[in-house]
């Protein structure tokens, strides 16, 4: 087991964390297996999450670890500008083999951040290479959260994740969330707010359709708190998008690759974009990579229009496709495939969606939200917003629970491999320390 001499926490800025808060009383994970973590103390933790909605197929995978170590003895790095490794190429077919329709066409990245990005920069050179380089407006939502990169962070609608970091990109419009008070506490789609989808048509009116690239969504709004969409909704955009030539572009970083019981959320709710950016459980969260999955049609245009032998897209990364990360995502596409991870997922859902709305005769417990394997329940805050969502995550932890807290609402996205009596401990754990609150 690796062995580390930790003497201070102090030189690590730790992302998304409150540092101080958490060097006084830290939350080490040392060992993953299963459904399991556990902390430097040696206690172990069930994993609410898969991690942080990456490790689908349950942490410790002998497959993947063997796959990625095989891949950096024989070749630990080679660059994609110009030059290429096989892998890359059989992931991307394996992707294409899962995407709907002609999302066939794979571009790689390192997050669901640089997937954002890309699609951003994607979508602005298909409308120029079509001779519309005037369409370069962004439609995105309040709540969205489209990673932390620069193009994302101007679509985000997370008001903390934007606000010290200045305009952003010019041109960004954000349609309502989809969050409504007569929904609350449903259970798979909301069947109110199918017209909230209007807001992009109401954009089209006001801008002019052929001013606007792309609109981008989660189909179900994650971080903020699983937000379903409700029946209609996801439809309606695509209407208004085909209407007047604006990509509709889907952010599955967290719905993707079974979390909504199909591959896609795009599978699962009927409802085909032209692109889908993925991340997290693309390589079970062993190795960082993100990607988009675009049409043919879009990469056939941006192509056809460079000249013969020309770079067609000047936009890349030094690890873009890297060999240890794509190894790694074909020994999870494999166990996805042979443990049919998917369909277990829509098998679990009814047990997982009923243990958590269980949840409900809690008092602190305002809302609870949930489709496939993903949900969330919002608490009362208590004092400055995100405080009690603090005090749960901290005593969940010391419980023996891992969760994922956005201000005062808590996500649950179990592994795809849980069984039932993993649901009932997630859950039970949760009650009796919602309990203490
Ligand atoms: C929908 C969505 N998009 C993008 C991202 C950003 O991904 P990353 O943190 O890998 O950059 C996330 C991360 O949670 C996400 O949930």
């Known amino acids: 087991m690796a062995q580390y001499t930790v003497n201070t926490l102090e030189h690590h800025w730790m992302p998304f964390t409150g540092n101080r808060d958490f060097k006084s009383d830290p939350r080490l994970l040392v060992r993953g297996q299963g459904m399991y973590y556990w902390n430097h103390k040696g206690e172990r933790l069930i994993d609410g999450v898969a991690g942080l909605f990456c490790c689908a197929a349950g942490h410790g995978r002998r497959e993947i670890i063997d796959a990625v170590t095989k891949q950096l003895e024989e070749l630990d790095y080679g660059p994609h500008f110009q030059t290429g490794h096989p892998a890359s190429f059989e992931l991307a077919s394996r992707i294409a083999a899962l995407t709907p329709d002609s999302l066939n066409r794979i571009f790689f990245g ?58 952003g990109l010019p041109g960004v419009l954000h349609m309502r969330h989809t969050w409504l008070e007569e929904n609350k506490f449903t259970m798979g789609q909301p069947a109110a707010g199918a017209e909230l989808a209007e807001d992009l048509q109401r954009f089209v009116e006001v801008y002019g359709h052929d001013t606007i690239a792309a609109c981008f969504v989660e189909p179900i709004a994650g971080s903020t708190g699983a937000l379903v969409p409700p029946v209609g909704y996801l439809e309606r955009l695509r209407e208004i998008c085909d209407q007047h030539g604006i990509l509709l572009v889907f952010d599955e970083v967290i719905c993707g690759f079974g979390r909504t019981g199909k591959a896609f959320a795009a599978q699962s709710f009927g409802v085909t974009p032209d692109m889908i950016t993925m991340a997290k459980a693309l390589t079970n969260g062993s190795q960082p990579m993100g990607a988009v999955a675009v049409k043919e049609e879009i990469y056939d245009t941006i192509v056809d229009a460079a000249p013969e032998n020309a770079v067609e897209l000047f936009h890349g990364y030094t690890y873009s496709g890297h060999p240890a990360a794509c ?82 609402t808590c996500l649950l996205s179990p592994p795809l491999i849980a069984e039932e009596t993993d649901i009932e401990e997630i859950c039970s754990i949760t009650r009796r320390v919602l309990g203490e609150l």
Not at 115 to 130: C, G, M, N, V
Not at 136 to 149: F, I, M, P
Request: aromatic residues 8%; without cysteine; proline residues 3%.
């Open 327 to 408: 190894a790694a995502g074909i020994a999870t596409m494999e166990i996805y495939e042979r443990e049919g991870l998917f369909e277990r997922a829509a098998k679990l859902s009814p047990v997982f969606l009923d243990a958590v709305f269980a949840l409900q005769d809690i008092p602190i417990v305002t809302d609870i939200r949930g489709y496939g394997m993903l949900a969330a329940f919002d608490l009362a805050p208590a004092g400055m917003p995100g405080l009690r969502g603090l005090e749960l995550l901290k005593r969940l932890f010391a419980a023996g629970l891992h969760i994922k807290m956005t201000g005062d």
């Open 110 to 167: 390192n997050s669901g951040s640089e997937a954002i990005d890309t699609a951003i920069k994607i979508s602005l050179a298909y409308h120029r290479a079509r001779g519309e380089g005037q369409r370069q407006r962004l439609v995105s939502r309040e709540r969205a959260y489209h990673g932390v990169n620069l193009g994302g962070t101007a679509l985000g609608g997370l008001v903390k994740n934007r606000e010290v970091f200045g305009l």
